[in-house]
């Protein structure tokens, strides 16, 4: 199994821990893991050129640094994204890589892989809105395509992972446990449900009618999605 888990920071706090205790967990599947830590490997700031929707991902200025982690994603069985809750929202560095996921978004060019994987988004408070951060991760999954995604939120009630109350931690550790022998006996069997279809379906008649980005309708036809195929 391979996983790939772009991390929303840099810092070992509760947000790296509790993905840790994930990994851990998962270990019986004898994962092949890769990580990424933001901004340490995010791109530069989307400059808005567009280039990615209209002439092609490979024309995006930053394309040499998001390029090679989508390649490493587009393998992976389990893609984890994880942040803190960073005023009500995901970390600005995390942001930073998704917005360049933009041309990958099914109204645009979804990569067929992205179909059979498995999502889980992870985000820690210290008080409110660690939901508000996965729910926000969970979406971007959704418009990649990503049929099933499992989201961990916690309010840990602490600004680092020392100082999380040892109770609290037990509780984690039974839930991470819980949550990621599900994935385990989920992951690399999954297939798209009504919702992603449903989406699927719409982007399909949006693409029917594109008249002003040839790209993303060309990338469409080339697949054969406008002809009766589906990418799953
Ligand atoms: C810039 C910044 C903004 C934050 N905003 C919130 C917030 O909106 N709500 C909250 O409960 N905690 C907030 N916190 C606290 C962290 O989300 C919380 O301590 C989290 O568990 C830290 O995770 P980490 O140890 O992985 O860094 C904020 C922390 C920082 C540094």
């Known amino acids: 199994m391979k996983i790939v888990v772009l991390h929303g920071q840099m810092h070992k706090g509760s947000t790296y821990n509790i993905t840790k205790l994930f990994l851990d967990k998962l270990s019986d599947k004898d994962p092949e893991i890769t990580e990424f830590f933001m901004p340490k490997h995010a791109p530069g700031f989307c400059i808005g050129c567009f280039n990615c929707f209209t002439k092609g991902e490979d024309k995006c200025p930053h394309a040499d640094v998001v390029q090679p982690i989508?390649?490493?994603?587009?393998?992976?069985?389990?893609?984890?994204?994880?942040?803190?809750?960073?005023?009500?929202?995901?970390?600005?560095?995390?942001?930073?890589?998704?917005?360049?996921?933009?041309?990958?978004?099914?109204?645009?060019?979804?990569?067929?892989?992205?179909?059979?994987?498995?999502?889980?988004?992870?985000?820690?408070?210290?008080?409110?809105?660690?939901?508000?951060?996965?729910?926000?991760?969970?979406?971007?999954?959704?418009?990649?395509?990503?049929?099933?995604?499992?989201?961990?939120?916690?309010?840990?009630?602490?600004?680092?992972?020392?100082?999380?109350?040892?109770?609290k931690k037990k509780q984690i550790e039974n839930e991470v446990a819980k949550l990621a022998e599900k994935i385990s006996r989920e992951v690399c069997n999954v297939k798209p449900g009504i919702k992603t279809k449903a989406m699927f379906k719409i982007m399909k008649m949006n693409q029917s009618s594109n008249d002003w980005n040839m790209t993303d309708k060309e990338y469409w036809i080339k697949k054969g999605w406008l002809n009766g195929k589906n990418p799953w």
């Open 70 to 167: 989508v390649k490493i994603m587009e393998e992976a069985d389990l893609i984890i994204l994880e942040s803190p809750c960073y005023v009500f929202g995901i970390s600005g560095q995390l942001k930073t890589f998704l917005d360049h996921m933009g041309y990958r978004w099914m109204p645009h060019r979804p990569h067929e892989k992205m179909f059979s994987k498995i999502g889980l988004v992870i985000s820690t408070a210290a008080g409110a809105g660690a939901k508000k951060v996965t729910k926000e991760l969970k979406r971007n999954l959704f418009y990649w395509g990503v049929p099933k995604a499992y989201s961990y939120a916690k309010h840990v009630g602490a600004l680092n992972w020392e100082t999380v109350k040892p109770e």
